[in-house]
């Protein structure tokens, strides 16, 4: 409700920043789909011929994309299975009456502010190195044989890395979805004759599924693209046991200088992610028209 | 200097029709109250004539000149807002003087207008304060400062006084209305609340779903409502409005009586009922009486202390000059 | 309501809690006890907590051997040019969206928020040769660019979702009192928003200062901010974990504030407003 002045102000002041945006979004993928179709490496960048799918069937037919497509869904089942079961426990937890409560809730905050990079260094060496590493040290000290993270179980290593930088983010959302709660309600059902227990299966647990979905999804596509966490640590290996698909894909330019098949992942890497955006996209929508 | 005069205005959103093509004219220095239930487009005609909505078709002229495209800072105009509206982020005095740093004026003469409006409105003690720290009433007051300082051409009110308690609300009407006499300045008041449009009012406008029903004097409306919808609408409580066989008598489709013009007795008149409720206002009592001529309970008024129950048989009967008629289209019958 | 809890059960409440905050906090406390430890007693056989000799000495090193505020002062230069670019493109927007709704608005934020689910990796190719094609690289310009528009949704969402909060009647009021476009915005519409978009700037340079695909790949020495500058230290040289703790903490310890600070508005931004 506004007058035609505001309306085409309004209009000419929208403009900027849906033209920057689309033609971010439009010009890029534009060429990736386009260079998906060339035989182009980096090495003969004189001739790019035409090759139709043959990107697309060389990158999907690589064993390696199957490892990576595997690796990419473990570690994001891996990560938000983690978070969002740890994130309820220390809402929970949160939630209670205790001494310190805003100090307690900056210390389980932190990590989500370390940058990738620095996360995935000081867990490598300082914390799962087998020799000087803290976790290493301790099984030493308990009397078991303590194991090499990193080649022995890379993929697991990235997956509590990650888990514990996005652990912070469930907790903040959940606790705040938590809080949100009346305390009516909990009262009606303690009226009824709930218990604990109950309470928390029949009332607080519904009550939080809106946020637990918004986690799941938001973090699903953060997760989706986890890359500087593998380059610092296993750079996907040894051999292709911590390779996800983001990580192929930048390896394909990178380092083979493969633009086509590196370009053909990419497409194939948006794929995936649309169909996960598709779900989030209806829930905020809806969202917001309430 | 204040005269507003809509043409064939018409407003629409999308497909629907808020406002059919409509003709008002507000003289210079006149109250004029736009009434009607929620959801008529008293609001939307309001904001029309602010300038903060296009008309889809039609003419706005202020003072002679054509306003219609003018954006609503060019056009003169005050307006007090239903939440106030208030900068919560300025003092009192900088909301006061908003208006005229915008008009560019020098600061002394800002502060001599702030001063002298902060004075007459009862605001010097709260001069710094932050709109938060005040009450409803002088949130309400320095809204109305606001508005004054420009000494616009007219004054648009929209529901000013919803937001304030039943109290609050007696004595900033008062308030209005004398502000009105002291300036002179057109105003144009929007409420939904028939008791404020007849006590401020110089003239009312009926509004029914964007459609002017009737404009006159409070006292008009009250003594020849043009229809149905007026007459029901106009009046504390309700007239009455009786259709059937009773008003065929009469030569009319709908006769309408107003509480205050039945004969109540004990013993004889026109139409016999029983008592189903009283209510005592202490100077008035109101008894809603069942009778076979009407489905719906008939409102009386009687004296305040008139010895009546619930249950009790009484008569009632219409004073015959202050009966009102009406046709089968509710149109009142002369 | 909160009934009285017995002390016990309060007290034992404070210990768990603060034993799994604590637990969760490790790695960080770990590594800035670390950072003041020689490289000897980093490495030590048991590792020693509080009883050791404190030293500035690895903060020095990094300075002079890595030239850690050259990175530094990218991180910073990114962020911040992000950030400002991003404000002077998303208020407008949010303002259109937020006071200015069509039945548009809606499908405009939310396909807008969809271009932030377009993986990284999907466009890589083409920015890193059209990079190269204009000389981009590892320039700090190039990088805000990319910043700037990876994080934009973000910025218009957040601002859309603080002014919606702003009553419409009050910008209407400023119209009345003869405010135009510009005037409404500067001396209305800014100065209430001040708290929305202090959040939004915090949330940009957090998100921006641990931005790690796009810094990553873009830059090699010019350009690279402290993502780059730690990424550095994954190449084993030795002993060397009381320096790359101290290069840690100093990449961490701006942003860990700014974070603490903003954490409320960290879930409202990250949610895009869907959990309040």
Redesign the interface.
């Known amino acids: 409700m506004a007058t035609l002045h505001t309306k085409t102000a309004a209009r000419a002041m929208m403009a900027p920043a849906v033209i920057v945006l689309l033609i971010w979004m439009a010009v890029p993928l534009a060429m990736t789909l386009y260079f998906s179709t060339l035989n182009y490496t980096l090495y003969n960048p004189i001739s790019q011929p035409f090759v139709g799918f043959d990107n697309y069937s060389y990158f999907l037919a690589d064993p390696t994309f199957l490892a990576a497509l595997v690796n990419t869904l473990v570690l994001v089942v891996g990560v938000l299975a983690i978070t969002v079961i740890g994130g309820i426990l220390v809402a929970l937890l949160l939630d209670q009456d205790f001494y310190g409560v805003n100090i307690v809730r900056l210390l389980v905050i932190a990590p989500f502010f370390v940058m990738p990079t620095v996360a995935a260094l000081v867990w490598k060496n300082m914390m799962m190195n087998p020799v000087y590493g803290v976790i290493g040290q301790f099984l030493t000290a308990i009397g078991l044989t303590p194991i090499d993270w990193m080649t022995e179980v890379p993929l697991l290593s990235i997956i509590i890395i990650v888990a514990w930088q996005w652990l912070p983010f469930a907790t903040l959302i959940l606790l705040t979805s938590l809080q949100s709660l009346s305390a009516d309600q909990k009262e009606a059902a303690e009226m009824d004759g709930a218990g604990a227990l109950s309470i928390f299966w029949y009332i607080t647990l519904p009550h939080m599924s809106r946020a637990i979905t918004v986690v799941i999804l938001i973090q699903t596509i953060f997760l989706l693209s986890i890359f500087a966490e593998i380059l610092v640590t296993t750079q996907g290996g040894p051999g292709s046991q911590s390779t996800n698909i983001t990580y192929l894909v930048a390896q394909q330019a990178t380092s083979y200088g493969d633009i086509g098949a590196a370009s053909a992942g990419g497409i194939v890497a948006v794929v995936l992610a649309n169909i996960v955006a598709i779900f989030l996209v209806r829930l905020i929508g809806k969202n917001l028209d309430a | 200097m204040g005269q507003i005069h809509l043409e064939k205005v018409r407003k629409t ?1 999308g497909d629907v029709v808020i406002i059919p093509e409509l003709d008002l004219k507000i003289e210079d220095g006149e109250f004029v109250v736009f009434v009607g239930p929620s959801g008529c487009g008293k609001s939307t005609l309001l904001r029309l004539i ?5 008309v889809t078709s039609g003419e706005i002229m202020i003072d002679g000149a054509q306003a219609t495209a003018l ?3 060019k056009r003169g ?3 007090v ?3 106030y ?5 300025m003092s009192v005095r900088k909301n006061i003087a ?2 005229l740093k ?2 560019g004026m020098d600061k002394a003469e800002i502060d001599r207008r702030v001063d002298y409006a902060a004075k007459t409105l009862n605001l010097d003690a709260y001069i710094d304060r932050r709109p938060a720290q005040l009450s409803g009433g002088q949130r309400q007051r320095v809204a109305i400062g ?1 508005a004054i300082v ?1 000494e616009p051409a007219a004054f648009l009110f929209d529901e000013p006084l919803s937001n304030l308690d039943a109290a609050l609300r007696v004595g900033m009407r008062l308030e209005i209305s004398e502000l009105h006499q002291r300036l002179k300045t057109t105003m144009i008041y929007v409420t939904h609340d028939q008791v404020e449009a007849m006590t401020m009012a110089d003239k009312i406008v009926v509004l029914r779903a964007g459609k002017i029903e009737q404009v006159g004097t409070p006292l008009e409306l009250y003594t020849n409502p043009q229809n149905t919808f007026v007459a029901g609408f106009i009046g504390s409580p309700r007239m009455n409005l009786l259709s059937g066989a009773e008003a065929e008598k009469y030569g009319a489709a709908t006769i309408g009586i107003r509480p205050e013009h039945l004969r109540l007795s004990t013993t004889e008149g026109d139409w016999t009922g029983t008592v189903k409720v009283s209510e005592h206002l202490g100077s008035d009592t109101f008894l809603h009486v069942e009778t076979p001529v009407h489905d719906e309970p008939i409102t009386v008024r009687a004296d305040g202390e008139f010895p009546i129950h619930a249950g009790d048989t009484v008569y009632l009967s219409p004073q015959q000059d202050k009966l009102h008629r009406f046709n089968a289209e509710g149109l009142s019958i002369r | 309501m909160a009934r009285s809890v017995s002390i016990q059960r309060k007290i034992g409440m404070t210990i768990l809690a603060w034993s799994v905050g604590l637990l969760i906090f490790f790695p960080i406390l770990w590594t800035f006890l670390t950072s003041f430890k020689s490289e000897l007693q980093a490495i030590s056989i048991p590792p020693v907590f509080v009883d050791f000799h404190w030293t500035l000495e690895n903060y020095r090193t990094i300075q002079t051997q890595s030239n850690y505020l050259h990175f530094m002062m990218n991180s910073i230069y990114l962020s911040l040019g992000s950030t400002v670019l991003g404000l002077i493109f998303a208020i407008p927007a949010a303002w259109a969206m937020a006071f200015s709704p069509t039945e548009r608005t809606k499908d405009i934020l939310l396909w807008m928020l969809s271009t932030k689910m377009l993986p990284a990796v999907g466009v890589l190719i083409p920015i890193y040769l059209l990079f190269v094609r204009f000389g981009l690289l590892d320039s700090r310009l190039g990088l805000i660019v990319v910043l700037f528009l990876i994080n934009l949704p973000i910025i218009v969402w957040m601002l859309y979702t603080y002014f919606k909060e702003i009553p419409g009647e009050i910008l209407e009021a400023a119209r009345m009192d003869g405010a135009g476009l510009a005037k409404e915005i500067v001396h209305v519409l800014a100065p209430m928003a001040v708290p929305g978009i202090a959040s939004t700037i915090l949330l940009n340079v957090i998100l921006s200062w641990n931005e790690a695909f796009w810094t990553l790949n873009l830059t090699t020495s010019n350009a690279a901010p402290l993502t780059q500058f730690i990424a550095s230290f994954s190449s084993p040289q030795g002993n060397f974990y009381a320096k790359l703790s101290a290069a840690s903490m100093l990449a961490i310890a701006p942003i860990l504030i700014v974070g603490w600070f903003s954490q409320k508005q960290l879930v409202r931004g990250l949610t895009f407003g869907a959990v309040k």
């Open positions: 959103f602010a300038g903060l909505e296009d954006p609503p800072a105009l005050a307006m807002f239903q939440s509206a208030l900068y919560p982020h908003f208006p915008m008009a606001r420009r």
